[in-house]
């Protein structure tokens, strides 16, 4: 119990020694390491460079505004990290490449399944004009919704649902995003992403491989999928066992 506190205080110490500067240039420095690894994976992604529209969105947010205190010296290394309640916030080059995936643009309102930290929804919330974000686990919400309105982001609708079935009173959607896994592509979610749009999401099971999807609705409504590169995310949970 002693060490538990003492690793509290010590982490906290070290948390107060670290100025914005330095989270500045950790930041620039995780946006280069994002880049790198772009190189790497762009054959298997189709992304051999990130746009400037996603990276610019990635050195705004202040990933360290949106971690749990005793994990802020560490919210720019490139790797997931611990939010509370067995979640997780995404690594950075993943959020890079779902956000890049996404092929978000200005005007498009996208979906969110999976708030978590909030730190995905203020990515895209640095580019488009309407993000919606829904969280099944309450707190968490109720924390995301706190952190995002202190950052000031005003274009981001949070509720605490189960997200598989979507939003519907909010769609369709230009792009939808999902940041846990499920067994398979809900078909709610599907029906409200419109003609043209993007859906990016794990499949798989959680002690299985699983692969990041690339989900494309056409413009008579005829859906294409491609796998591009295998991943680790938490579940989707839910009481959902069938479609809608
Ligand atoms: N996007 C998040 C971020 O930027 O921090 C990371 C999300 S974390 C990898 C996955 C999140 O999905 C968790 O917060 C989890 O509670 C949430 N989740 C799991 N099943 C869900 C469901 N059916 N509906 C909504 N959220 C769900």
């Known amino acids: 119990m002693m060490f538990r506190i003492l690793i509290i205080v010590l982490s906290m110490l070290l948390v107060s020694s670290v100025t914005a500067g330095d989270y500045e240039q950790k930041r620039m420095?995780?946006?280069?390491?994002?880049?790198?690894?772009?190189?790497?994976?762009?054959?298997?992604?189709?992304?051999?460079?990130?746009?400037?529209?996603?990276?610019?969105?990635?050195?705004?947010?202040?990933?360290?505004?949106?971690?749990?205190?005793?994990?802020?010296?560490?919210?720019?290394?490139?790797?997931?990290?611990?939010?509370?309640?067995?979640?997780?916030?995404?690594?950075?080059?993943?959020?890079?490449?779902?956000?890049?995936?996404?092929?978000?643009?200005?005007?498009?309102?996208?979906?969110?399944?999976?708030?978590?930290?909030?730190?995905?929804?203020?990515?895209?919330?640095?580019?488009?004009?309407?993000?919606?974000?829904?969280?099944?686990?309450?707190?968490?919400?109720?924390?995301?919704?706190?952190?995002?309105?202190?950052?000031?982001?005003?274009?981001?609708?949070?509720?605490?649902?189960?997200?598989?079935?979507?939003?519907?009173?909010?769609?369709?959607?230009?792009g939808i995003i999902v940041t846990a896994v499920a067994s398979h592509i809900p078909p709610p979610l599907i029906k409200q992403l419109k003609p043209g749009g993007h859906m990016v999401i794990p499949v798989g099971g959680r002690f299985q491989v699983q692969q990041l999807m690339l989900v494309e609705k056409d413009s008579n409504g005829k859906v294409k999928t491609r796998q591009i590169l295998p991943v680790r995310f938490v579940p989707l949970t839910g009481g959902h066992t069938t479609a809608e």
């Open 29 to 174: 420095d995780m946006i280069e390491e994002i880049q790198s690894m772009s190189g790497l994976t762009g054959n298997k992604t189709g992304h051999k460079r990130f746009s400037d529209k996603v990276m610019t969105a990635l050195a705004k947010v202040k990933r360290h505004e949106l971690v749990p205190e005793t994990t802020r010296v560490n919210a720019y290394a490139n790797r997931p990290l611990p939010i509370g309640h067995g979640q997780t916030i995404s690594q950075p080059y993943i959020v890079a490449l779902m956000t890049e995936l996404l092929a978000p643009e200005a005007e498009h309102k996208i979906l969110e399944v999976g708030t978590g930290s909030g730190y995905q929804a203020a990515v895209l919330a640095e580019i488009v004009s309407q993000v919606y974000s829904i969280e099944i686990i309450e707190p968490l919400g109720q924390r995301a919704q706190q952190d995002l309105q202190r950052l000031g982001y005003q274009n981001i609708q949070l509720k605490v649902a189960d997200g598989y079935y979507g939003w519907k009173e909010a769609g369709p959607f230009d």
